[in-house]
């Protein structure tokens, strides 16, 4: 099974849906910072965040962008940080 890395990023009008959105996406990634994550995903997992996150939109008003690294275990991203420190999400184990 493949996982890849993918940064999520959003950006939720209604403050209501928006932390619907937060929850939904710390079942599936690393909180980096406001509206940021980063998830290492089989491409099964990251259709069902793309389902569930659809489900949430307004699709009028809100807007969600997934950029798709790459694979994970053969993807080292370049990544300057200031400040906090950036650590590229591990492998580790899922359970559903």
């Known amino acids: 099974m493949t996982e890849h890395l993918y940064i999520v990023t959003y950006d939720i009008?209604?403050?209501?849906?928006?932390?619907?959105?937060?929850?939904?996406?710390?079942?599936y990634g690393e909180w980096l910072q406001l509206s940021v994550f980063q998830c290492r995903l089989s491409r099964r997992r990251q259709a069902e965040m793309v389902q569930l996150l659809d489900g949430i939109l307004n699709h009028q008003h809100d807007h969600?962008?997934?950029?798709?690294i790459g694979p994970a275990d053969g993807v080292?991203?370049?990544?300057?940080?200031?400040?906090?420190?950036?650590?590229?999400?591990?492998?580790?184990?899922?359970?559903?």
């Open 13 to 27: 009008r209604d403050p209501k849906r928006w932390r619907r959105v937060f929850k939904l996406m710390n079942g």
């Open 64 to 68: 969600v962008i997934i950029l798709d």
């Open 76 to 96: 080292t991203p370049r990544v300057t940080s200031l400040g906090k420190a950036f650590e590229a999400v591990k492998r580790e184990p899922v359970i559903v």
